[in-house]
C-alpha cells in the first residue's frame, strides 16, 4: 500500500533499458520493486537477437547511469566517438568534431551489454524480476495485472500499487490505459525505415575503419551510418525511404542491395562481407514518432521511454531520454506524497521535454542525410564554431546542449532556433567567414542571445 510508513510497492512493465534503470534507482532508495519482461533473462541465454546493435550514449544518459551506479561498468566497454566521419560519394572523407575537444563526445554502447549490466544492477539493488512475463491485460478497477508466459501460454495474475509502463515502442500497458481513458494517441511514420548490417573486424582483428567516429554516407534522400563496438566490428545502419527510387520498394534483395552500395556507398561495400546475407536476414524496422497527451491515469499507471514518446533515432537521444525520465520519475516518487501528484508532476515536467527532442530528433534526419556536405551548411557551421568561441556565455551550438548537458530539451530547442536564425542572417550573401564585421556579429549576438542557463 502507498500509506506513509509502509514500504513503498512498485511494478514495473518491461525490463528493458529504462525498466531496469527504474528499478535500480528505486529499489536503492529502499522501495519494493516488481519487474516483469516479456522476454526470458537474457543473462542466462545471452542477448536475444544475437546481431550487435549500438546506441550512442551521451551526458544525459550518463548523468542516469551515474546515479544508479552503473556508469563504470558500462563505460568500460564504450567507444569514444569524436564526430561525424562524413564519406562522400567520390570517397572523400572529412571528420566534423561534435564538441571542442575529448571531453565532448559520445559513446558507443552495445544495447545487449548495457541490458545486461542494468539487469544485474537492479537485482543486486533488491529489485524482483521476472522473465517470461508478457502483460496482456490489466483490470484498473480490481489493481490486477494479467501476465502471459510465452513458453507453456500460461496465465498469471497480481495485484499492484501501480504500474510503471517501461515496455516500450509497442508498450502493452499504453493499450491497456488507453482502453479505459482517451491518451490522445497520435503515431505518425517517417516513411523511412531502416535496416542493419555488419562490419567485421579487418584481417588483424583490429578495426577497418577509423574507430573513433560515427560514420555517415549522407546521399540526400536516404543514408548509411556505422558505430563502433568493443569487438571491433561496426554497426551498420541502412536508413531508405519505403517507396520511390531507391527505397525498399525497389531495394528487395541482396542483389539489388550491393548494386545500390555499389553505385552510392562504393567505399563502405569491400567492408561488408555478409552484405547480401545482411540485408535479407535482418528485418526493416519502421520509424515513427508518437505523441501522447497524457502519460498516466491517476495514481494507478504512468508510461516512459519510448512507451510514451517512442521518437526517430537520428539524434541517438531515445535512450538517453528514457534514462532522464527514470530520473525525474524516482526524483518525485521519492519525495514522497501522492502518487497520482507525482505522476502528474513528471508528466508536467517531461512531456514538453519529449515533444522538443522528438521535434530535433526528425529536424535531425534532414540535416544527417541532406545538409553535412552542404556549402551553406559548412558555412553556418563554421559561424557557429566561431561565435561559441567568442560567446561562450551566450552561444553554444544545439548539438551541444542536447548532447553534452543536461538543459531541459525544450530550452536546447528554443535557443537553437533562435541561434539557426542568427547563422542564416549573419552569412547571407557571404560566401566565407573573411567578409563578416566582426563588431556588428558580436552586437547582434548581444541584443539577441541572454546568457545561457547555469547548468551550460
Ligand atoms: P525498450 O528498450 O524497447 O525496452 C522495452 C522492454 O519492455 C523490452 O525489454 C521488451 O521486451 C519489454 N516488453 C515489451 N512488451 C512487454 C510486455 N507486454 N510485457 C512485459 N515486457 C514487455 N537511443 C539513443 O539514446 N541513442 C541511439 O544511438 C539510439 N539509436 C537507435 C537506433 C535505432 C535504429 C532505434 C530503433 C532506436 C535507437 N535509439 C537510440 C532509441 C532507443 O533504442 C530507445 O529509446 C530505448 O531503447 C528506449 O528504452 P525503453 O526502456 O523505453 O524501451
Known amino acids: 500500500n502507498t500509506s506513509a510508513n509502509a514500504t513503498p510497492h512498485i511494478t514495473l512493465i518491461g525490463a528493458g533499458l529504462a525498466g531496469a534503470l527504474l528499478a535500480t534507482l528505486l529499489a536503492r532508495a529502499g522501495w519494493r520493486v516488481d519487474v516483469y519482461e516479456k522476454r526470458g533473462d537474457p543473462r542466462l541465454k545471452g542477448y536475444q537477437g544475437g546481431r550487435s546493435i549500438n546506441l550512442a550514449l551521451a551526458e544525459r544518459g550518463r548523468h542516469a547511469l551515474r546515479l544508479a551506479g552503473a556508469d563504470e561498468a558500462v563505460m568500460a566497454q564504450a567507444v569514444m566517438m569524436r564526430g561525424r566521419m562524413v564519406h562522400f560519394l567520390d570517397g572523400r572523407t572529412d571528420l566534423q568534431r561534435y564538441g571542442r575537444d575529448d571531453s ?33 491485460g490489466v483490470d484498473f478497477d480490481a489493481r490486477i495485472a494479467r501476465f502471459r508466459d510465452d513458453r507453456d501460454g500460461s496465465e498469471h495474475e497480481v495485484g ?21 481513458a482517451d491518451l490522445g494517441e497520435r503515431t505518425e511514420f517517417l516513411g523511412h525505415s531502416y535496416k542493419e548490417l555488419e562490419i567485421p573486424p579487418a584481417r588483424d582483428g583490429g578495426f577497418s575503419i577509423e574507430p573513433n567516429a560515427l560514420h555517415i554516407w549522407p546521399r540526400g534522400r536516404y ?43 562504393a567505399d563502405a561495400l569491400p567492408l561488408i562481407p ?9 528485418p526493416a524496422g519502421l520509424l515513427a514518432t508518437l505523441y501522447l497527451e497524457r502519460w498516466h491515469l491517476d495514481d494507478r499507471a504512468v508510461l516512459l521511454g519510448d512507451a510514451a514518446h517512442a521518437m526517430v533515432p537520428f539524434h541517438g537521444q531515445g535512450m538517453n531520454c528514457a534514462f532522464e525520465d527514470c530520473v525525474a520519475l524516482a526524483e518525485r516518487l521519492l519525495a514522497g506524497g501522492d502518487r497520482g501528484d507525482a505522476f502528474a508532476a513528471f508528466q508536467r515536467q517531461r512531456l514538453p521535454s519529449a515533444r522538443a527532442i522528438q521535434a530535433m530528433a526528425l529536424e535531425n534526419y534532414l540535416e544527417m542525410r541532406d545538409r553535412v556536405d552542404d556549402d551553406d551548411y559548412l558555412l553556418q ?19 551541444a546542449m542536447v548532447t553534452f548537458h543536461r538543459m531541459p530539451y525544450e530550452v536546447a530547442f528554443d535557443r537553437g532556433q533562435r541561434q539557426r536564425e542568427l547563422l542564416v542572417e549573419l552569412t547571407r550573401g557571404h560566401d566565407s567567414l573573411d567578409s563578416l564585421d566582426w563588431d556588428a556579429v558580436d552586437a547582434t549576438v548581444r541584443a539577441r542571445l541572454d546568457p545561457l542557463p547555469a547548468d551550460a
Request: proline share 4%; net charge negative.
Open 104 to 136: 565532448e563526445v559520445i559513446w558507443s554502447v552495445h544495447r545487449g551489454e548495457l541490458n545486461l549490466i542494468l539487469l544485474q544492477i537492479a537485482q543486486d539493488a533488491g529489485a524482483n524480476l521476472h522473465f517470461h512475463r508478457g502483460l496482456s
Open 160 to 180: 499492484f500499487d501501480s504500474l510503471v509502463g517501461a515496455d516500450g515502442a509497442g508498450s502493452a500497458l499504453r493499450a491497456a490505459m488507453g482502453e479505459v
Open 223 to 265: 543514408m548509411c551510418i556505422a558505430l563502433p563496438n568493443d569487438e571491433r566490428t561496426f554497426t551498420v545502419t541502412l536508413f531508405l525511404p519505403n517507396q520511390g527510387d531507391p527505397s525498399f520498394e525497389t531495394i528487395r534483395d541482396g542483389a539489388d542491395a550491393r548494386a545500390l552500395f555499389q553505385r552510392d556507398f
Open 274 to 282: 555478409e552484405l547480401e546475407r545482411d540485408f535479407e536476414r535482418n
Open 381 to 399: 557551421r563554421a559561424l557557429e564554431r566561431e561565435l561559441a568561441q567568442r560567446h561562450p556565455e551566450r552561444f553554444m551550438p544545439r548539438y
